[in-house]
């Protein structure tokens, strides 16, 4: 049961546009989400996070926005950089699931 | 400089052999994971330690083994009981104080079957 989705596995941009990465979850209990970069043959790193409290968190040209009703957060990055490209991974955590969820990733692409 | 080590790189494992992963961290972090990479899935949990000589299963713990002797080492045995253990291993600690939390990941090895 995938409780975190990412139901778009590759995502293209040109260089200089908005790049949005989209994420769906089912858990309700879910409270505290982030976003993760992973470049091949790497770990991940961490790169933005937002508590259920809010709905919008901005970190330079990086900005999260979640909507709870719909059960879904999106990742903005503006403008998109070729440094950009690399997978990313929505993640989540909540009370009852201590446990961080991972959804299956989208690969971006900056197209310079 | 700070930092998750994971050694080796690549791996090769043999039919019916056990193969350890090595992961250090300096972070002074009390957790420690691993996870599992599969192409075109997310990652997934293999074992967890929240404190020195405790560790905890996660979703998918059937064919591996850890230890937690140290806090800052958590290596990872891939045994022959795991049938498929072809993967991207991913190595993290956590300063929590919520699990899995802002994980800092390790560089990862990357496990092939001769």
New interface residues.
């Given amino acids: 049961d995938q409780q975190v989705k990412q139901n778009s596995p590759s995502l293209s941009v040109q260089e200089g546009r908005i790049s949005i990465l989209n994420c769906d979850y089912t858990n309700s209990m879910f409270d505290y989400f982030l976003w993760y970069k992973k470049y091949p043959a790497e770990g991940p790193t961490f790169l933005i996070s937002i508590s259920s409290i809010k709905d919008k968190n901005e970190d330079g040209r990086f900005t999260v926005f979640l909507n709870k009703s719909a059960k879904h957060l999106s990742l903005h990055i503006v403008p998109s950089q070729p440094g950009d490209s690399a997978v990313y991974f929505c993640a989540a955590i909540g009370f009852g699931n201590e446990k961080l969820t991972f959804g299956t990733g989208t690969r971006l692409t900056i197209i310079p | 400089d700070g930092g ?1 080590t ?1 050694s080796p790189k690549y791996l090769f494992r043999k039919e019916g052999q056990n193969v350890t992963l090595s992961c250090e961290q300096n972070l002074n972090h009390d957790a420690m994971y691993w996870y599992r990479q599969d192409p ?6 293999i074992y ?1 330690s929240q404190i020195v000589n405790d560790f905890q299963k ?2 998918i713990a059937e064919g591996y083994s850890v230890s937690r002797e140290k806090k800052e080492s958590f290596p990872l045995t891939v045994t022959s009981a795991q049938k498929n253990p072809t993967a ?1 291993y ?1 190595c ?1 600690s956590s300063p929590g104080p ?11 090895t ?1 496990l092939s079957v001769l």
């Fill in positions: 998750i994971q075109g899935q997310g990652l997934r949990l967890y996660g979703d991207f991913l993290a919520r699990l899995g939390e802002k994980l800092f990941f390790g560089s990862g990357q």
